[in-house]
């Protein structure tokens, strides 16, 4: 199957409405919540995080608070993360940058979020995006996969990934589409075994399993 610019307009459309008003799944209360909850999510599901971020926050819920902390300390609270060694780590810098360079409030520019111990390119878009509203594209794992089975947008990296799919999307609705791309790849298009038998996009999806007859849009 060719993937025209239709047939990407198509495929955005039934996401658009399967999965309208979804958000993020990271419960937050802060700026500082939501960007510790997001650093918390690499390699480690939203729900695992929950279960964390409602143990931990109602005590350490502000740079100043988990800053305190020492290594050992935060490891503990967070021991049942992945890779919660070096994610205590970058938090504990993050905490310390954020009390010492910006009065304890997380920064709004992307450039300076980048900055900050363990805030790569797709957390920084996902505060961002959630917090301020700005039009952002995060490449999760569930976006890269998912974008590059439709051919929504095609690449071997996140970068090359959101790069295609700011082209593909309008700038208005990237912050709604990584959200669609995000619960699809949940709910339908898994990693190891996708429901091509259920998924809205069969007739659209160059990778579907399942032989449907060609969209005729």
């Known amino acids: 199957m060719r993937v025209t610019k239709k047939i990407k307009a198509e495929q955005l459309r039934r996401l658009s409405i399967a999965y309208a008003g979804e958000g993020t799944m990271l419960k937050y209360t802060s700026p500082f919540t939501l960007l510790v909850a997001v650093i918390l999510s690499a390699q480690c599901t939203d729900k695992r995080v929950n279960i964390i971020t409602d143990r931990i926050f109602p005590r350490l819920d502000t740079?100043?608070?988990?800053?305190?902390?020492?290594?050992?300390?935060?490891?503990?609270?967070?021991?049942?993360?992945?890779?919660?060694?070096?994610?205590?780590?970058?938090?504990?810098?993050?905490?310390?940058?954020?009390?010492?360079?910006?009065?304890?409030?997380?920064?709004?520019?992307?450039?300076?979020?980048?900055k900050l111990p363990g805030v790569g390119r797709k957390t920084a878009n996902v505060v961002r995006s959630v917090v301020w509203g700005?039009?952002?594209?995060?490449?999760?794992?569930?976006?890269?996969?998912?974008?590059?089975?439709?051919?929504?947008?095609?690449?071997?990296?996140?970068?090359?990934?959101?790069?295609?799919?700011?082209?593909?999307?309008?700038?208005?609705?990237?912050?709604?589409?990584?959200?669609?791309?995000?619960?699809h790849g949940r709910r339908v298009c898994h990693a190891r075994k996708p429901d091509c038998e259920t998924c809205i996009l069969q007739d659209v999806c160059p990778s579907c399993t399942v032989s449907v007859p060609p969209w005729k849009g």
Not at 63 to 91: F, V, W
Not at 158 to 176: H, R, T
């Open 134 to 183: 700005y039009p952002a594209i995060a490449v999760d794992t569930h976006v890269f996969r998912v974008a590059n089975r439709l051919k929504l947008a095609t690449g071997t990296t996140p970068l090359e990934v959101e790069e295609g799919l700011q082209k593909a999307i309008p700038k208005k609705d990237w912050s709604a589409a990584h959200h669609w791309l995000i619960w």
């Open 63 to 114: 740079p100043e608070k988990m800053g305190a902390l020492t290594q050992a300390e935060l490891e503990r609270e967070i021991h049942d993360c992945g890779l919660y060694k070096s994610k205590a780590k970058n938090l504990l810098g993050m905490c310390h940058m954020l009390s010492e360079e910006y009065d304890g409030k997380v920064p709004e520019d992307f450039d300076k979020l980048v």
